[in-house]
């Protein structure tokens, strides 16, 4: 890390946003629904007509942009969180399984995820939520089920590759059972790219969710989200340009750092990485 300050710009960037979304409540100036009409469109402070109460300005129903900011990053943490956890548990499985095994099972998977991969993801959430409903739970839950192929595909790979050496047959040679290779062997081994490939789709979670908030899909107000704020600011842009330029640089940061967080972990993790950066 000391070798890679990009990846350490990324974990800077990454660990202030979980700090500020598990602090929000703390550190969040004032209640992000609580509508103060007196004080709409306020600027920020350092803009001529606005004091220090609302640092970041307001919006068109006088609610704090700073205060409805750190709850949106905390949503958008949440929601991407708990996404790939529940993603990388059902690809990560059937991957390890589907690798491992070989035979029909695994040409039924792929072909699955040859279906999935061809519907555009973002379409496929947006047709779901219209159906079931938007609450949290069925964000979480959707964006979770349509990221799993991803998983599937590099695990399967990994563990192809991994099952044919010589470790591998030395376990099988004194009678491990195929659930102990998989799980002491295989797993293990595998483990960097499940971690790499976790970080990268979080953040293409992240970015889906503000997607779909911004089209009304996601997170419903008045509970704040980034996407939303950007979606409420698209009329004031002329006129009030803090009111979707402050969400806008928070997606691109919390982006930005799970991205090169990702990059440096592939470097941390993958031996031949490792030694080529070593090397320069």
Same mark, same amino acid.
């Given at each position: 890390m000391v070798r890679n300050p990009l990846m350490s710009l990324g974990l800077g960037i990454v660990m202030l946003m979980v700090l500020i979304a598990l602090l929000a409540p703390l550190l969040a100036p004032h209640d992000p629904c609580r509508q103060e009409l007196a004080e709409r469109l306020r600027p920020p402070f350092w803009v001529e007509g606005n004091d220090r109460e609302y640092p970041l300005g307001t919006d068109d129903? @006088?609610?704090?942009?700073? %205060?409805?900011?750190?709850?949106?990053?905390?949503? %958008?943490?949440?929601? @991407?969180?708990?996404?790939?956890?529940? %993603?990388? %548990?059902?690809?990560?499985?059937l991957g390890l399984l589907s690798g491992y095994f070989g035979g029909w099972a695994d040409d039924l998977l792929m072909?699955?995820?040859?279906v999935q991969l061809s519907i555009p993801l973002t379409l496929l959430a947006i047709a779901v939520i219209a159906v079931v409903g938007s609450s949290l739970p069925t964000l979480i839950g959707v964006l979770g089920l349509t990221q799993w192929v991803m998983y599937a595909?590099?695990?399967?790979?990994?563990?192809?590759?991994i099952r044919e050496k010589e470790f591998v047959e030395a376990s099988r040679a004194i009678g491990a059972t195929d659930l102990r290779i998989i799980r002491t062997c295989i797993l293990p081994n595998a483990l960097p790219t499940i971690l790499?490939?976790?970080?990268?789709?979080? +953040?293409?979670?992240?970015?889906?969710? +503000?997607? $779909?908030?911004? $089209? @009304?899909?996601?997170?419903q107000p008045p509970n704040p989200s980034l996407g939303s704020m950007l979606s409420e600011a698209r009329q004031y842009l002329a006129t009030a340009w803090w009111l979707g330029t402050f969400p806008g640089l928070a997606i691109m940061l919390i982006i930005l750092g799970i991205n090169l967080l990702a990059d440096g972990l592939r470097d941390l993790l993958d031996p031949r990485s490792r030694k080529r950066v070593q090397g320069e």
């Open positions: 129903l @006088g609610r704090d942009i700073l %205060s409805r900011m750190m709850y949106g990053v905390r949503i %958008s943490l949440l929601v @991407g969180g708990l996404a790939v956890l529940l %993603s990388g %548990s059902i690809g990560v499985s072909r699955v995820c040859d595909r590099v695990v399967r790979g990994e563990t192809l590759s790499v490939t976790a970080t990268l789709l979080m +953040a293409t979670v992240i970015m889906i969710e +503000a997607g $779909l908030s911004y $089209l @009304g899909l996601g997170i």
